[in-house]
């Protein structure tokens, strides 16, 4: 067998039902794509994806400092750290951590920097249906504030390896 020009009048147009489906499909792409700006906007969903470029040992380095300044405990070797409100709070991610603690005000709004150290880890908070890339290089910049009190459990939801499946941290919220 060998491939061979197809015979001269192949192409047929679609009818029918497959015209119908191709045009249902296409209907979709450009509901979806009107859709990416509007819950921007309106359903407050896609981040505008603030980020700038950072080495990360600088990163680690950023971290350092701000666990070291606004350190108010420690869990299980983790340290807790409080930022003040309004101000700038770290999440470092690498295999198979996230790192420090964060400890917020409920209604009180953060600037959260998050980066890699190693590899491509996700962001995703549980409950609440949030969910962001970590990157190595980048520092990714999310501005947050917390509408409930508890403690949500941070987890890595893109797979970064063998210890993947316990990658978690955690955030606590107080009134
Ligand atoms: Cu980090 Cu999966």
């Given at each position: 067998?060998s491939?061979?020009?197809?015979?001269?009048g192949?192409?047929?147009?679609?009818?029918?039902?497959?015209r119908?489906?191709?045009?249902?499909a296409?209907?979709?792409?450009?509901?979806?794509?009107?859709?990416?700006?509007?819950?921007h906007?309106k359903?407050?969903?896609?981040?505008?994806?603030?980020?700038?470029?950072?080495e990360?040992?600088a990163?680690?380095a950023?971290?350092?400092?701000?666990?070291?300044?606004?350190?108010?405990?420690e869990?299980?070797?983790v340290?807790i750290?409080?930022?003040?409100?309004g101000g700038?709070?770290y999440?470092l991610?690498?295999?198979?951590?996230?790192s420090?603690i964060l400890?917020?005000r409920?209604?009180?709004?953060?600037?959260l920097?998050m980066?890699s150290?190693d590899?491509?880890?996700?962001?995703s908070?549980?409950?609440?249906n949030?969910?962001?890339?970590?990157?190595p290089g980048?520092?990714h910049?999310?501005?947050i504030?917390?509408t409930?009190s508890?403690d949500?459990n941070?987890?890595?939801?893109e797979f970064?390896?063998i210890g993947?499946?316990t990658?978690?941290g955690?955030?606590?919220?107080?009134?």
């Amino acid at each position: 067998m060998s491939i061979s020009t197809p015979a001269q009048g192949w192409f047929k147009a679609p009818s029918g039902g497959e015209r119908a489906w191709i045009g249902l499909a296409l209907l979709w792409c450009v509901v979806l794509t009107l859709a990416m700006p509007y819950w921007h906007y309106k359903g407050k969903q896609n981040s505008t994806g603030e980020s700038y470029r950072v080495e990360p040992a600088a990163f680690q380095a950023r971290v350092d400092r701000f666990v070291k300044t606004n350190k108010v405990g420690e869990e299980k070797g983790v340290a807790i750290v409080e930022p003040s409100p309004g101000g700038d709070a770290y999440l470092l991610a690498q295999m198979w951590r996230f790192s420090p603690i964060l400890k917020l005000r409920k209604g009180q709004s953060y600037r959260l920097h998050m980066s890699s150290l190693d590899l491509q880890h996700g962001f995703s908070v549980q409950p609440v249906n949030l969910n962001f890339q970590i990157l190595p290089g980048y520092d990714h910049v999310i501005t947050i504030t917390p509408t409930m009190s508890g403690d949500f459990n941070v987890i890595c939801n893109e797979f970064c390896g063998i210890g993947h499946h316990t990658m978690t941290g955690k955030i606590i919220v107080e009134d």
